[in-house]
């Protein structure tokens, strides 16, 4: 049966889009639990690949809840998070609020929340120095549109790192990586919105991003170079680095 949240063309994001505004209030909370607290170790390592010193400009696509971008704004980056999800939005600032009790002091008085969407980024070209995009390429209406995006506004000599679930070429490990998430992970959905096809949603739309070697190629057709990935538990999920050189 296909998965009422994966459309293909151009009423892709409409549906992404209905999808993340439902789970908004309960997203931290399920990614806690599906991924039983590792997330935040994959996001500890993208904060540090991504170098952010103070000053530093970091824009964060399809940021959600701001785990990313809070994790840099803290390290002193000067941060936008980015997503066209008012309530994942809403979330985020709300956590960065929180840490802001008078509003007049901050860690965070660099950071910026902006709705907009990732294949048409509202910045002009060069300005970042780090694009990181979490769990979000995967979600976009083209894979190809969304780096060329990302590189338009890094500067010369600045780096993209996009962290998103993989596919283990060993086939028992991909066997059964995907019954969880085939079989478990929909109940999360069920938990969090009564809908299961909210997180049946994260397996097809795997089914439809590339794997490692597909991912360096579209990384090097929109004009990315030095490409590297590291994985975690035999690939089942991927950190991929790249650099946009001088053009
Ligand atoms: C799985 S969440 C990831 C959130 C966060 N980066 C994290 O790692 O927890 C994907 C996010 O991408 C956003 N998104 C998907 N397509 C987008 C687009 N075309 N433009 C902007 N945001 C988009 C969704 O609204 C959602 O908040």
Known sequence: MPNRYYTPGADRARHVEILFNQVAPRYDRLNDLQSLGMHRLWKREVIRQAVAFPG?????????????ALGMARLGARVVGLDFSAPMLHVAQRRSQAT????????????????????????????????????????????????????????????????DFGKPSNRL????????????????????????????????SLHHYPDREGLHRLLNEAGWESVRTRGWLGGVMTLTSATRMAS
């Not at 929909?186 to 097809?204: K, M, T």
């Open 100 to 163: 802001l009790p008078d509003g007049s002091h901050s860690d965070f008085h660099q950071l910026t929340w902006v709705r907009g969407d990732a294949l048409r980024l509202p910045f002009v070209a060069g300005i970042f120095d780090v694009v990181t995009i979490g769990y979000g390429l995967r979600n976009l209406g083209s894979f190809e549109d969304g780096l060329k995006e990302c590189r338009r506004v890094t500067r010369p000599g600045g780096r993209l790192l996009i962290l």
């Open 56 to 68: 530093c400009r970091v824009l964060d696509v399809c940021c959600g809840t701001g785990d990313l």
């Open 173 to 204: 490990l991909r066997v059964g990586y995907f019954s969880y998430l085939r079989l478990v992970v929909p109940w999360f959905g069920r938990l969090a919105c009564g809908d299961a096809d909210a997180y049946a949603y994260i397996l097809e």
